[in-house]
C-alpha cells in the first residue's frame, strides 16, 4: 500500500494524527510506504514506526532522468492500492507519481479547484477508482483527512486530537535548568512577528530559566536582525534537526512559536504551546478546529476580514509583516506568554 503526501514538514506533522486510521485499509502483513516530499521526510518519524518513508525530490521532478528513475521505481513496486491524501495537487507532479504507480485501486479526494490546472486535473480523474468529495475549500485540514479515512473505511470515528499516542513519544531530553524553546523564524518572513516582540517575550521569563531560539542554522543569516537576541542573558541558539529537537521540546517548559512546523511538533508531543499566528490559514490550519484542539496548544491571531487568505494577502506589508501579524497586540502576547510560563514553574 502506498500513501502519498505531497505537503511540507507542517503537512506531515498532522498527518501522523490521522495516517492510522487509513492503515485500516491495509491488509494483515502488508507494508504500508508513505511517499513525502524530501524536505518534508526530515519529519518522519513522527509517523507510526511500522509505515516505511519513501523520499522524493519534488525539485527535481522536472528532470529527465531523476523523474524516469522515480516513475520506474514505483512503476515495479506493484502497489496494490494507492491512497493520495493531498487536497492541493499537480497533474506534472503529485499526481504523475500515482499514475506511474499504476495500481489496481487508487483513492483520493476531489481536488482544490485550480484555474491553470482544471482541465488536467479533471481528466485525472481517470487515475481514481474511488473519489471523496471532502468539503468546501475552507474545511480544517484534519478533519479533512479523518472525513476521507471515514469514507474509505467505512467507519465513523470522532475527530482526532492533534496528539500523538504515547507509545510513540520521543524520550524527553533532560534539561538541568527550566527550558523555554522560542521559534521566529518562519520561511514566509511575512508571517514572523519582529525582534522587539520577540525581546519583550524574553524579558518576562523568569532569570533562573534558559531560553533556546530554535531554527535551521541558516535562519540567523537570513534574518540578521533577530542576532541581537542571542546576546540576552541565558539565550542560546538551538540548530538541532527536527528528530532531536523533539526530545529537547519534550523537556522544555513551554514553546512560543510562529505558524510553522516546530509549533506543530510541538503540539504533537504534548509541549504546553503558544503560537503567535497570522490569519491567513484560519479555517483550515492554525487554528485546529475547536474539537480537535489538544489542552497544550494556545493560539494568538487577529481577526481579519480577509482571514483565510492562504498566504495570498491582498494588502500591502506592514513593516515587512502581514497587516494580521503586524496587528498582534503586544499587551495580550506577553499576558499569554505569562501564562504560559506560570503553567510551567
Known amino acids: 500500500m502506498l500513501v502519498v503526501s505531497a505537503g511540507g514538514l507542517?503537512?506531515?506533522?498532522?498527518?501522523?494524527?490521522?495516517?492510522?486510521?487509513?492503515?485500516?485499509?491495509a491488509e494483515p502483513g502488508e507494508?504500508?510506504?508513505?511517499?513525502l516530499r524530501s524536505d518534508a521526510?526530515?519529519?518522519?518519524?513522527?509517523?507510526?514506526?511500522?509505515?516505511?518513508?519513501?523520499?522524493?525530490?519534488f525539485g527535481k521532478l522536472r528532470q529527465w532522468a531523476y523523474r524516469t528513475q522515480v516513475l520506474t521505481e514505483l512503476f515495479w513496486a506493484h502497489y496494490r492500492v494507492v491512497v493520495h491524501t493531498d487536497y492541493l495537487r499537480h497533474p506534472d507532479l503529485d499526481e504523475a507519481l500515482v499514475?506511474?504507480?499504476?495500481?489496481?485501486?487508487?483513492?483520493?479526494?476531489?481536488?482544490?479547484?485550480?484555474?491553470?490546472?482544471?482541465?488536467?486535473?479533471?481528466a485525472n480523474r481517470s487515475l481514481y477508482t474511488r473519489l471523496h468529495d471532502s468539503g468546501p475549500p475552507h474545511t480544517d485540514k484534519v478533519l479533512r483527512w479523518a472525513g476521507f479515512a471515514d469514507f474509505l473505511t467505512g467507519r465513523s470515528l470522532p475527530p482526532p486530537?492533534?496528539?500523538?499516542?504515547?507509545?510513540?513519544?520521543?524520550?524527553?531530553?533532560?534539561?538541568?535548568?527550566?527550558?523555554?524553546?522560542?521559534?521566529?523564524?518562519?520561511?514566509?518572513?511575512?508571517?514572523?512577528?519582529?525582534?522587539?516582540?520577540?525581546?519583550l517575550i524574553i524579558g518576562q521569563v523568569p532569570d533562573n530559566w534558559r531560553i533556546k531560539l530554535a531554527g535551521h542554522p541558516s535562519d540567523l543569516d537570513k534574518n540578521p536582525e533577530f542576532k541581537r537576541l542571542l546576546d540576552l542573558p541565558n539565550?542560546?541558539?538551538?540548530?538541532?534537526?527536527?528528530?532531536?529537537?523533539?526530545?529537547?521540546?519534550?523537556?522544555?517548559?513551554?514553546?512560543?512559536s510562529v505558524d510553522t512546523a516546530c509549533m506543530h511538533l510541538a503540539v504533537v508531543l504534548g509541549v504546553p504551546t503558544?503560537?503567535?499566528?497570522?490569519?491567513?490559514?484560519?479555517?483550515?490550519?492554525?487554528?485546529?478546529?475547536?474539537?480537535i484542539t489538544p489542552a497544550n496548544m494556545h493560539v494568538l491571531y487577529t481577526p481579519m476580514e480577509c482571514q483565510g487568505c492562504l498566504g495570498?494577502?491582498?494588502?500591502?506589508?506592514?513593516?515587512?509583516?502581514?497587516?494580521?501579524?503586524?496587528?498582534?497586540?503586544?499587551?495580550?502576547?506577553?499576558g499569554a506568554v505569562r501564562d504560559l510560563i506560570a503553567r510551567g514553574i
Do not use: N
Not at 521526510?41 to 525530490?57: C, E, I, T, Y
Not at 495570498?312 to 506577553?334: K, R, T
Open 41 to 57: 521526510a526530515r519529519m518522519g518519524f513522527v509517523l507510526p514506526p511500522q509505515v516505511k518513508v519513501r523520499a522524493v525530490d
Open 99 to 122: 499514475e506511474a504507480a499504476c495500481a489496481p485501486q487508487a483513492f483520493a479526494m476531489e481536488p482544490r479547484p485550480s484555474d491553470r490546472h482544471a482541465q488536467r486535473l479533471a
Open 10 to 25: 507542517g503537512d506531515t506533522v498532522l498527518l501522523s494524527v490521522v495516517l492510522p486510521r487509513f492503515l485500516a485499509l
Open 274 to 291: 503558544l503560537c503567535l499566528a497570522s490569519a491567513a490559514y484560519v479555517g483550515e490550519i492554525v487554528p485546529y478546529a475547536p474539537d
Open 312 to 334: 495570498a494577502c491582498w494588502f500591502p506589508p506592514e513593516d515587512g509583516m502581514y497587516p494580521c501579524v503586524a496587528a498582534l497586540d503586544p499587551d495580550v502576547v506577553l
Open 31 to 35: 507494508t504500508v510506504t508513505v511517499l
Open 235 to 256: 539565550v542560546d541558539f538551538e540548530g538541532a534537526p527536527f528528530a532531536q529537537l523533539a526530545g529537547i521540546l519534550r523537556g522544555a517548559r513551554g514553546v512560543i
Open 161 to 199: 486530537v492533534v496528539a500523538l499516542p504515547a507509545s510513540q513519544l520521543p524520550e524527553a531530553a533532560v534539561l538541568t535548568v527550566p527550558t523555554l524553546v522560542l521559534q521566529p523564524f518562519s520561511a514566509v518572513k511575512l508571517k514572523q512577528s519582529p525582534p522587539d516582540l520577540w525581546e
